[in-house]
């Protein structure tokens, strides 16, 4: 830390890093006995073996929400791993991902269905390109939706060819292995964690942007999308596996 304050508060940040090894049944019965005042009488133990074999990121899941496609399971296994560190960061265990690479179609069926919630929302989220495909919605409401999206995807493939883009999320799979575009839900998210923290798991995003394992990060919570937005370089910098000096590596520490 640039300011350590000296405090290990119960479920902190410096508390999950030292316990980071741990399970999260181990570091309740920890974090109970510091709020309790009580010794923790349970002894455990950590050896190198086991921060070898999952550097504390073992407890961490970072999974597809089941509404995914197999042809869209395709986010790296280094991108997860730098979204476990979030997790873990945020003393949490379980990510679910919403959203990865889509077709124009898909697309289209989404923004369909929100534009039918609420209309000027989608315009105060999407730019030029997507307010040009939304007005197809606008202007032809008396139409069924798979003419609707007929259109949509019409406008979306032409101002693709104009080198404009709707969505990063609307790429061909070879450019989406380089640069994985990943929405985590909130809703799905807080569902499968016991120990959700929406602020703390917004500021773990944060600062791995900040760190350069993130190229960007939009919180999108408060928005109609209600997840969190990330866009993930592959590859960009070393994670846990390498040990050349990651930050994420705890291994450096081991003498």
Request: glycine residues 6%; proline residues 2%; contains cysteine.
């Amino acid at each position: 830390m640039t300011r350590p304050d000296g405090r290990v508060d119960p479920n902190g940040k410096t508390f999950r890093y030292l316990t980071m090894y741990l399970s999260i049944d181990e570091q309740s019965t920890i974090k109970n006995g510091l709020l309790n005042g009580t010794p923790v009488s349970k002894k455990i133990q950590i050896n190198k073996q086991r921060i070898i074999d999952a550097n504390g990121l073992l407890f961490q899941k970072v999974i597809y929400k089941n509404t995914i496609k197999t042809s869209e399971r395709i986010v790296s296994e280094y991108s997860k791993a730098i979204i476990k560190v979030a997790l873990k960061e945020a003393g949490m265990t379980v990510a679910v991902m919403t959203s990865t690479i889509r077709t124009p179609e898909e697309q289209s069926k989404i923004m369909l269905r929100n534009a039918k919630i609420n209309l000027q929302k989608q315009y105060d989220l999407y730019g030029e390109v997507g307010k040009d495909v939304l007005k197809e919605y606008e202007n032809n409401q008396k139409l069924s939706d798979k003419e609707v999206i007929t259109l949509m995807v019409a406008k979306i493939k032409e101002r693709e060819r104009s080198g404009k883009r709707v969505s990063l999320h609307v790429c061909s799979e070879e450019a989406y292995k380089q640069l994985n575009i990943i929405d985590i839900g909130l809703a799905s998210t807080q569902q499968q964690n016991k120990n959700f923290n929406k602020e703390k798991f917004t500021k773990a995003l944060d600062s791995l942007h900040k760190e350069g394992y993130i190229e960007r990060h939009i919180d999108e919570t408060n928005k109609s999308n209600n997840c969190w937005h990330i866009e993930i370089k592959v590859g960009k910098k070393p994670i846990y596996n390498d040990i050349s000096g990651s930050i994420l590596n705890q291994l450096r520490y081991i003498a």
